[in-house]
């Protein structure tokens, strides 16, 4: 009953927000609910702990707006065909999760910059970034302990500062800087020229490598050194596996729109990632394997379904407000 009642709560207060203007519900650990009218004035404005719910809609911050606490911020998600009546949610920018935002968390947006973690040296640690289509994740440095990248799309290349993030059922462009880190179930896209730069002493499990080039060449490193994985997936014309166990290589004919279903080619949240039937049994490999991955794309909050607010109150001052809501994934 209780666990109903904050939901049902907090699927009014996202009614609300998006009601007037796109007004932005922050609520604090204490569960007093504040509204804000911009992005930043709602950052600035949060205590520590505190829950920015952002309603669809564009989102606009500047990069003079550094995130000093713990937040966690929250959109309806970022595909275009989700049945969300108010669109999804932008946000216009870059983020920076700065020295005390520890713990911090964005979820279900679109982002047209990068999330950055520990700009000046800072330790900022336990970042997660779920669900959202991003440019990418830059973490500044070392000390910046267990970064959380799931079930994302990350459009460019990532690089993590020699960290340890666990990386887990996204579709990723190229990715470097991984030092003692996890990456599982991911799908890498890659390019002629870039591929997977310094991944090192990492776990490297169930992955699909689109393109991939060894050797210490101009073209950078397809997999580091110190590493341990299986059962990764590596195209026919990749001229270096690594020392990996049970790794899968395509046959010359493989192409990957007969390995997935209606692939469409490239970081798209629009392709279909499942495999095909005559590549069933590699179905815990890639993005579907493990955990799994959330096709709508949805924070894992009710969002709105359909809504109904009255222009005005009623005879006794109530103003009546009709909400239907469905659970994210």
């Known amino acids: 009953m209780k666990k109903s009642f904050i939901l049902a709560a907090i699927a009014v207060i996202m009614a609300v927000a998006s009601a007037y203007a796109q007004q932005i519900a922050v609520v604090s650990e204490g569960g007093e609910t504040s509204v804000y009218q911009t992005f930043q004035a709602a950052i600035e404005g949060a205590d520590p702990g505190s829950v920015i719910y952002l309603p669809g809609g564009g989102f606009p911050i500047a990069d003079s707006v550094k995130i000093t606490k713990k937040l966690t911020i929250i959109g309806i998600g970022h595909k275009s065909n989700n049945d ?45 970034v779920k669900c959202c289509n991003l440019n990418s994740v830059q973490v500044k440095n070392s000390t910046c302990m267990s970064t959380f990248v799931n079930q994302s799309f990350i459009r460019s290349t990532s690089e993590f500062g020699g960290s340890n993030p666990t990386i887990s059922n996204n579709v990723l462009y190229t990715i470097g800087g991984v030092n003692g880190g996890k990456l599982y179930n991911n799908i890498v896209m890659g390019n002629y020229y870039l591929h997977v730069i310094a991944v090192s002493n990492s776990v490297i499990n169930y992955n699909v490598f689109f393109r991939c080039r060894g050797g210490a060449t101009n073209n950078g490193f397809c997999l580091g050194g110190g590493n341990q994985g299986t059962d990764n997936i590596f195209p026919y014309s990749s001229n270096e596996y690594a020392s990996f166990d049970n790794k899968i290589i395509l046959g010359p004919d ?76």
């Open 254 to 329: 493989d192409s990957w729109n007969v390995v997935f279903v209606n692939y469409v080619g490239g970081i798209n949240p629009m392709s279909d990632f499942h495999f095909s039937e005559a590549f069933q049994q590699y179905s815990y490999i890639g993005i579907y394997g493990g955990t799994g991955f959330n096709d709508h794309q949805t924070a894992p909050v009710p969002y709105i379904v359909a809504k109904r607010i009255d222009q005005e109150t009623d005879a006794a001052g109530q103003l009546k407000i009709q909400v239907r809501v469905k659970a994210g994934e």
């Open 84 to 128: 969300n009546v108010d669109g999804f949610t932008t946000i216009s920018g870059n983020l920076w999760f700065n020295e005390g935002s520890s713990g911090s968390a964005i979820l279900g947006c679109y982002i047209t910059g990068d999330v950055n973690i520990g700009e000046g040296g800072a330790s900022v640690n336990n970042v997660m």
